[in-house]
């Protein structure tokens, strides 16, 4: 190599010499081009030896890679996703994200972050007809966002709601927009065997509460919930709300089915230009004259006894009601349409209403902590309608509410009364129904019984049965 390189030098030499008088000029062109020599020589090695070394080279195709390395796309190579929340790109930009604080107010946010007294006060005027911001409620998410930390940020977001945020414009604070979020919905199955309550069991499940309550509002003139036992079984056909892929509600209850002991409830919604609802198999309406109970998500905690042995006064007296024990603040629902005939209170019966639903029968609600707002003597309420709230008042010993019933003057226990039905579907309207009907029932049946809360049960009876053992074994010892 080094002789190759010579020999030419030795040629160039010669070459440039007719055109280079000078001595030192032949000289200096002699070193420049050795260098460039050595230096090619150089590369090449490098470049021979990276290859020799590199996975490419032991690759059995690796020509055939190497051909193919300029045919690569830009597409090819990995692209990472731009943080989006609220509309904006938050990879370059500041976000402060917390929960509004009890007691705290958007001054008291904003000054922190330099944004001046003038721009409060005109963000709170501007507010007023859009989202007031005196509606900030304490736990509710919010978010401040700007180019960076040492000046004051561009926007205030607010979210009363998973659905929907409030954008306000620190930098133009007349501009205030509520933006709802794109909701997308999906019809979804649900499923499950009581073990303990149908609470837990939906729980267990992966059920929301909210799921829950929708389908005791579709049952509830059908079954007495504070009454389910274990190995009850219940299927649904509902609609899921999702937000970015996050479930954040249930939508419609299309279908419900619930099978106590040997009796089987069915609920099919159906609408059309003349009825909205849910009905039974036959085309009759769920929704009775008289709901079951005054309380969703309670139980019962003493049942109508003429002989029964008062807790607090300590002697037989007869309880001529039903008593649905609930955590204090629970909303106590009108259990049919009527009117208003006494708000009151009494030693006894503490806060209690009283409600006039037909010359036959009428309701009263005792031990209630407060009444609802705008429920007075006289007021129509509607079945549903809140009414008050429970809590202890009077003598009682717990939080619950009295329910009392009384039909043709004499109170009597509501459980056990035979009310009329309602009226069923009209003829002309039932084919349309049956056709819905069946579709519903044909998707109910074929839905599998989700087990999961049983297994856990199990699960559980078999870790305290373990423990009991070790137990005995080690008092044993």
């Not at 045919?71 to 904006?88: A, Q, R």
């Not at 911001?133 to 304490?138: G, H, M, P």
């Not at 129509?380 to 329910?403: D, E, M, N, R, S």
């Amino acid at each position: 190599m080094y002789s190759f390189l010579k020999i030419q030098t030795k040629d160039l030499i010669v070459e440039k010499s007719t055109q280079y008088s000078s001595v030192k000029t032949l000289k200096k062109l002699k070193r420049q081009r050795k260098r460039k020599y050595l230096l090619c020589v150089l590369a090449a090695v490098a470049v021979s030896v990276g290859f020799m070394l590199s996975p490419l080279s032991k690759h059995p195709n690796s020509t055939t890679l190497l051909n193919h390395t300029n045919d690569i796309e830009l597409g090819n190579f990995p692209i990472v996703e731009p943080t989006i929340k609220y509309g904006y790109v938050t990879d370059t930009l500041h976000v402060s994200e917390d929960v509004i604080q009890p007691n705290q107010f958007l001054a008291d946010i904003l000054l922190k972050h330099q944004v001046s007294y003038k721009t409060i006060d005109e963000i709170a005027t501007h507010s007023k007809e859009i989202f007031d911001v005196t509606k900030l409620r304490a736990g509710k998410p919010y978010a401040i966002i700007g180019q960076d930390s040492l000046q004051a940020p561009d926007v205030f977001i607010y979210e009363p709601s998973v659905f929907r945020y409030v954008v306000y414009n620190l930098k133009n604070p007349s501009d205030i927009q509520i933006i709802e979020r794109e909701v997308e919905t999906k019809v979804k199955t649900a499923s499950g065997i009581v073990e303990t309550s149908l609470w837990n069991t939906m729980v267990d499940n992966g059920l929301s509460y909210e799921l829950t309550s929708l389908m005791e509002d579709a049952l509830a003139w059908s079954i007495d919930f504070h009454h389910i036992a274990r190995g009850d079984k219940f299927k649904l056909i509902y609609d899921q709300q999702y937000i970015e892929g996050e479930p954040v509600g249930v939508g419609e209850v299309y279908a419900a089915y619930y099978k106590n002991f040997d009796n089987e409830y069915y609920a099919i919604y159906f609408e059309n230009e003349k009825h909205q609802g849910f009905y039974d198999l036959e085309g009759r309406p769920m929704k009775k004259a008289f709901l079951k109970s005054p309380v969703r998500f309670s139980r019962i905690s003493s049942s109508y006894n003429k002989r029964r042995f008062h807790p607090v006064l300590k002697r037989v007296k007869a309880h001529l009601g039903t008593d649905y024990a609930a955590p204090t603040g629970t909303p106590i629902l009108a259990v049919a349409d009527g009117v208003v005939t006494k708000r009151s209170r009494t030693r006894g019966n503490g806060k209690f209403v009283k409600i006039k639903h037909d010359e036959s029968i009428q309701t009263q609600y005792l031990h209630m902590s407060r009444f609802q707002s705008g429920v007075r003597v006289g007021t129509h309420v509607k079945q549903g309608q809140v009414i008050g709230y429970v809590g202890q008042t009077g003598l009682a010993t717990g939080p619950h509410v009295c329910f009392r019933f009384w039909k043709n003057g004499k109170q009597v226990n509501h459980l056990k009364e035979n009310l009329p039905p309602p009226e069923p579907m009209p003829e002309e309207d039932l084919p349309r129904y049956y056709h819905e009907r069946d579709l519903m029932v044909n998707r109910l049946n074929v839905i599998e019984y989700n087990t999961t809360s049983l297994k856990k049960a199990e699960d559980k009876i078999a870790k305290d049965t373990t423990a009991s053992n070790i137990t005995a074994v080690e008092v044993q010892k």
